[in-house]
């Protein structure tokens, strides 16, 4: 088996999308692996429909679990294709969401690691991230949950105050 298909069938990337190239810097504890789409068509990002490829965006790197110690980062020049519709768009990676420099499974092993760290700070730190990306992957996070929620009926809403003590110190409690 050769590296590149290893690889592939690790980070699970499938046809149209091929790995093409991995270098190991063990100096650096670091491993860049190159993915490369090989297709004349792709999906229009905003309708779906199948179109031509028009060109190539400059290369992106995401960020990704690690592999053993190794940071491990995935290059890609983006294709993009020429809709009727909606004229040059960039296709979606399998791999992220729109506008984000890591992949969606770094993105939920982060906020898993949120969940379990005492803070915020902490969490940045295990990470290896700035405070501006873990907020941007809860943001995320956020907006993935919120897209999968669905409205449900309120029978009743129940509300009521209690005091503690003699002071003025109250809590609110609201029930359904």
Known sequence: MELEEHYSQLLGVNSPWEIYDVELKVDESRLDIWIEYMNDKGACPECGAACPRYDTRKERTWRHLDTMQFATYLHCNVPRVRCEKHDVKSIRVPWAEKNSRFTLLFEAFAIRVLNA???????????????????????????????????????????????????????SNLYR
């Open 117 to 171: 760290a005492r803070s915020v700070e902490e969490a940045r730190k295990l990470l290896g991230l700035n405070w501006h990306q873990v907020d941007a992957i809860k943001a995320r996070a956020v907006e993935r949950g919120l897209a999968r929620r669905q409205a449900t009926k309120i029978d009743y809403l129940g509300i009521d105050e209690k005091q503690f003590r003699s002071g003025h110190d109250y809590v």
